[in-house]
């Protein structure tokens, strides 16, 4: 089945700076890559999502980069803010279905500090 | 629209004791299914079902029941609770590809604790 490994576990960085999640994937029929934001205590929600005939997708400070041939896919945030701070998880579907599976990353917990 | 809802919240059991998770959606989605969310370990598919009768395991099924009877309902039933099944649950539901996107909607989670 798909595995997806997520790196960092942790970041930490200052208000302002930027941040990058990379994620690695295993299968190479994956085809949809979506990335969710749990704020402690809520829910996962999705923030952004690419397909794999797309290379990149950008929305407003977010954005995520696919590489199909390496099999991994970076989130990018600029300009972070408190808010941003979250556990960031990404994941992928295998396809071959209507329903493939979505297996998801460790998660990386961002903190952003003021 | 409620989207995913989930009962109850929270929910503190005994080794040993069983019960069911309640998970309803009403977006007319296919696809449910179900995590479990521990410390460092992400999110890991427990079951999934694809429509009302069809069901499959997914990573970590041991422990867990499920049945699919309608579209907008998917309990899972803990038969015997073990401290190892103490977690947060996590129902979601998504449409399938070909009718709309791939997003997938969370419900607001269970936090269960097994003593």
């Known amino acids: 089945g798909e595995n997806v490994e997520q790196h960092p576990s942790t970041l930490s960085v200052q208000e302002g700076d930027s941040a990058v999640i990379k994620c690695t994937y295993s299968d190479s029929a994956s085809n949809y890559f979506p990335w969710y934001k749990q704020e402690l205590g809520k829910r996962p929600q999705l923030i952004i999502d690419?397909?794999?005939?797309?290379g990149e997708k950008k929305d407003q400070r977010i954005a995520v980069t696919l590489n199909k041939t390496a099999k991994h896919f970076s989130l990018h945030i600029t300009e972070t803010q408190p808010e941003d701070s979250a556990v960031y998880f990404c994941a992928a579907i295998t396809g071959g279905t209507s329903y493939g599976k979505l297996t998801f990353g460790q998660g990386t917990i961002l903190t952003v500090h003021p | 629209n409620a989207g995913v809802t989930q009962t109850p919240k929270f929910q503190v059991l005994k080794t040993g004791q069983s019960m069911t998770l309640q998970c309803a959606q009403d977006m007319n989605h296919e696809y449910m299914s179900w995590y479990r969310q521990d410390p460092g370990m992400g999110l890991r598919l427990i079951h999934y079902s694809v429509g009302a009768g069809i069901t499959d395991q997914g990573e970590v099924p041991n422990g867990y029941n499920v049945s699919r009877s309608t579209t907008e309902d998917f309990p899972l039933r803990l038969l015997s609770a073990a401290p190892s099944q103490t977690s947060v649950y996590f129902c979601?539901?998504?449409?399938?590809?070909?009718?709309?996107?791939?997003?997938?909607?969370f419900g607001p989670g269970t936090r269960l604790t097994v003593l």
């Open positions: 979601a539901s998504r449409d399938w590809v070909g009718r709309g996107t791939n997003e997938q909607f």
């Open positions: 690419i397909r794999s005939n797309v």
